[in-house]
Nanobody, 115 residues
Framework: QVQVVESGGGSVQPGGSLRLSCQAS????????MGWYRQAPGKQREWVAY???????AYIPSVEGRFVISRDRAKNLIYLQMNNLMPEDTAVYYC?????????WGPGTQVTVSS
């Protein structure tokens, strides 16, 4: 199982930007599809974006064009650049394998978008 630690969250105003980082551990990580997920208050956790080993990416419609997922396979790092943030992006953000496979969740990182 992949183990992860997320960082980089914070509080920003609408229209602001943040870059999240995920340090993953495990020999298989460079070969896995890795994703970012988020859970807003009172809502279920949802998938946000994923990136494959050859760097193919996919996003949910609500973040397409605003978020960019990337990875450093040599360092087992996965990033999420979030631009033009909106209040509805407020959530705890997590990374993990995609699709989920008996996940062990990290602590997540809180993103709050508010004026």
């Amino acid at each position: 199982q992949v183990q992860v630690v997320e960082s980089g969250g914070g509080s920003v105003q609408p229209g602001g930007s943040l870059r999240l980082s995920c340090q993953a551990s495990g020999a298989r990580v460079p070969y896995l599809v890795m994703g970012w997920y988020r859970q807003a208050p009172g809502k279920q956790r949802e998938w946000v974006a994923y990136i494959t080993a050859p760097m193919t990416t996919a996003y949910i419609p609500s973040v397409e064009g605003r978020f960019v997922i990337s990875r450093d396979r040599a360092k087992n790092l996965i990033y999420l650049q979030m631009n033009n943030l909106m209040p509805e992006d407020t959530a705890v953000y997590y990374c993990n394998e995609w699709p989920l496979n008996r996940p062990v969740w990290g602590p997540g990182t809180q993103v709050t978008v508010s004026s």
